[in-house]
Every structure is written in C-alpha cells, then in structure tokens.
C-alpha cells in the first residue's frame, strides 16, 4: 500500500519560511518523480513544483521561481519543499504526488501523477 505523508505546515507571517517534508512508503521512491501541488479555498489545485527520480532535474511554476527549492533524499525515500520568502498568497493546502512518468510537459499536470498524500496546510499572514 502505497503512503506519501505530508509534515511541516503550519503558520508563519509574510517574508518567513517552511520547509515542507514528504515521506513515502510502499513503492520504489527512486524510480518516481515526484511532484508539490496545492490547493486554496475556492481555487483549483495548481503546480508547484517537481523533481525527476534522481533529483537532477526541478521544474517550477513562475510564481515561487527563486523562493522555492525542491530537493529529495532517496535513501530517506523522502522529499522537501524549501519555501522562502513566503507571501499570503501561498497560503494554500500543500499535497505530494508520486508519478512513473517522465517530462517536464506531464510533470506539472496532476493527472499525470498516480499516487497523492493527504496534505498539509501553510498560511501566511501578511
């Protein structure tokens, strides 16, 4: 049974930082690229970020280019998502997504990712 488990939300004013944890069970972690999306009251789930298999490649939505960094531990089976500089704006729910698929083009479209954790909450007060 395949489990992503979110850590690290929480509230933090504008300017702070999060760092965002998602730990994975019962699948080859290494062999899936992994991905950040989330989700703000009354808004559709948006990208946010990805990272290939092996770590070597990050993708980025233009709006936490430069504020976010995406980085995972595969002998940890575990990712993280650095968020600096963070604004009221990214207050959002944060999920993890697991996908076998490769490419930057299917990496930021939810469907293309099999296996989601259950989220974790970050808000920003201004």
């Known amino acids: 049974q395949v489990q992503l488990v979110e850590s690290g939300g929480g509230l933090v004013q504008a300017g702070g930082s999060l760092r965002l944890s998602c730990a994975a069970s019962?699948?080859?972690?290494?062999?899936?690229?992994m991905g950040w999306f989330r989700q703000a009251p009354g808004k559709e789930r948006e990208f946010v970020a990805a990272i290939s298999w092996s770590g070597g490649d990050s993708y980025y939505v233009d709006s936490v280019k430069g504020r976010f960094s995406i980085s995972r531990d595969n002998a940890k089976n575990t990712m993280f998502l650095q968020m600096d500089s963070l604004k009221p704006e990214d207050t959002a729910v944060y999920y993890c997504?697991?996908?076998?698929?490769?490419?930057?083009?299917?990496?930021?479209?939810?469907?293309?990712?099999?296996?989601w954790g259950q989220g974790t909450q970050v808000t920003v007060s201004s």
């Open positions: 997504a697991a996908s076998i698929l490769r490419g930057y083009s299917r990496l930021t479209s939810a469907s293309a990712y099999q296996f």
């Open positions: 019962g699948l080859t972690f290494s062999s899936y690229a």
